[in-house]
């Protein structure tokens, strides 16, 4: 026969029960709250480490140039592109090397080096010119760089020439162009591993016909535009051989046409015309240049 509990019991029992629902109840909100924390101050630590190096810029070159003669511009070119490729890799070993070395490490690893490849670099800029017109004088002032601190212009910067005008580096990223300016040396370790070379091979490489050495004379006025959109057709070449091997065996026989050439010859018509509008403000505007649009693919 069960006997009834005196009423202390039964108000101890209570007082227990509802205690470890409480306990049991703030266990079940801070573990909620822990386990929704990490992502978030981890998204933001990430943020923060990434830009607390700072960005490297320097001074613009190819709006300071004079009007460059036809029979210079590839040559040019393909200097202004590797001036980016530069910058792009001394941003990326700023990245790389936080917290390296001493005081004075950024200055004399990695913008002291960068100085002398500009200096060199525009040196070759003048003397293109300079073969069939009044050689530029004065440029090497616009080769040192500078060390914003803080991560300010990160996203401004480190973008800057890799999304706006497209050249993070890729521009001459397996492009023989940057290899050739600067003594074969330029993407020294960028070619990738034997199995990528592999990869390659195995896919083949999407060709373009060049477009700068059929431009005439350019204006100094449209000088910095040109160069912009001649880095992005290079920088579309690469994207699209990027997506050649990684899609290698995806689709129907028609894939790399439909999926690929298709849609690199008509970007590749838009920045065409850009070139030939920036020319046509100041001088008379080339003609016939879409006939450059179309790539092939070479397996």
């Not at 026969?1 to 202390?8: D, E, F, G, V, W």
């Given at each position: 026969?069960?006997?009834?509990?005196?009423?202390?019991?039964?108000?101890?029992?209570?007082?227990?029960?509802?205690?470890?629902?409480?306990?049991?109840?703030?266990?079940?909100?801070?573990?909620?709250?822990?386990?929704?924390?990490?992502?978030?101050?981890?998204?933001?630590?990430?943020?923060?480490?990434?830009?607390?190096?700072?960005?490297?810029?320097?001074?613009?070159?190819?709006?300071?140039?004079?009007?460059?003669?036809?029979?210079?511009?590839?040559?040019?070119?393909?200097?202004?592109?590797?001036?980016?490729?530069?910058?792009?890799?001394?941003?990326?070993?700023?990245?790389?090397?936080?917290?390296?070395?001493?005081p004075n490490f950024v200055n004399n690893a990695?913008?002291?080096?960068?100085?002398?490849?500009?200096?060199?670099?525009?040196?070759?800029?003048?003397?293109?010119?300079?073969?069939?017109?009044?050689?530029?004088?004065?440029?090497?002032?616009?080769?040192?760089?500078?060390?914003?601190?803080?991560?300010?212009?990160?996203?401004?910067?480190?973008?800057?020439?890799?999304?706006?005008?497209?050249?993070?580096?890729?521009?001459?990223?397996?492009?023989?162009?940057?290899?050739?300016?600067?003594?074969?040396?330029?993407?020294?370790?960028?070619?990738?591993?034997?199995?990528?070379?592999?990869?390659?091979?195995?896919?083949?490489?999407?060709?373009?016909?060049?477009?700068?050495?059929?431009?005439?004379?350019?204006?100094?006025?449209?000088?910095?535009?040109?160069?912009?959109?001649?880095?992005?057709?290079?920088?579309?070449?690469?994207?699209?051989?990027?997506?050649?091997?990684?899609?290698?065996?995806?689709?129907?026989?028609?894939?790399?046409?439909?999926?690929?050439?298709?849609?690199?010859?008509?970007?590749?018509?838009?920045?065409?015309?850009?070139?030939?509008?920036?020319?046509?403000?100041?001088?008379?505007?080339?003609?016939?240049?879409?006939?450059?649009?179309?790539?092939?693919?070479?397996?």
């Amino acid at each position: 026969m069960s006997r009834a509990l005196p009423k202390y019991n039964k108000r101890r029992v209570a007082i227990i029960g509802g205690a470890a629902a409480v306990a049991l109840s703030g266990a079940v909100i801070a573990g909620s709250a822990l386990a929704g924390t990490p992502s978030k101050s981890s998204g933001n630590n990430a943020r923060t480490l990434a830009a607390s190096p700072g960005t490297i810029t320097c001074q613009d070159v190819a709006s300071k140039l004079p009007a460059i003669p036809a029979s210079a511009q590839a040559e040019v070119t393909r200097n202004l592109t590797l001036l980016q490729t530069q910058i792009q890799e001394a941003n990326n070993r700023l990245q790389s090397t936080v917290g390296q070395g001493g005081p004075n490490f950024v200055n004399n690893a990695i913008l002291g080096p960068l100085k002398d490849k500009r200096v060199a670099t525009i040196n070759r800029i003048a003397t293109a010119i300079g073969r069939t017109a009044a050689k530029p004088t004065g440029l090497d002032a616009l080769a040192p760089c500078t060390l914003n601190a803080g991560g300010g212009n990160t996203g401004a910067n480190a973008g800057n020439a890799n999304a706006g005008n497209a050249n993070a580096g890729n521009a001459n990223a397996g492009n023989a162009n940057a290899g050739k300016a600067n003594g074969g040396n330029a993407n020294k370790g960028n070619a990738g591993s034997g199995a990528s070379a592999a990869g390659a091979s195995a896919a083949g490489t999407i060709s373009c016909p060049d477009v700068a050495s059929k431009l005439p004379a350019i204006p100094a006025s449209a000088q910095a535009e040109v160069t912009r959109n001649l880095t992005l057709l290079q920088t579309q070449i690469q994207e699209a051989n990027n997506r050649l091997q990684s899609t290698v065996g995806q689709g129907g026989p028609n894939f790399v046409q439909n999926a690929i050439l298709g849609p690199l010859a008509d970007k590749r018509k838009s920045t065409v015309d850009r070139i030939a509008t920036a020319i046509g403000r100041t001088a008379a505007k080339p003609t016939g240049l879409d006939s450059l649009a179309a790539c092939t693919l070479t397996k």
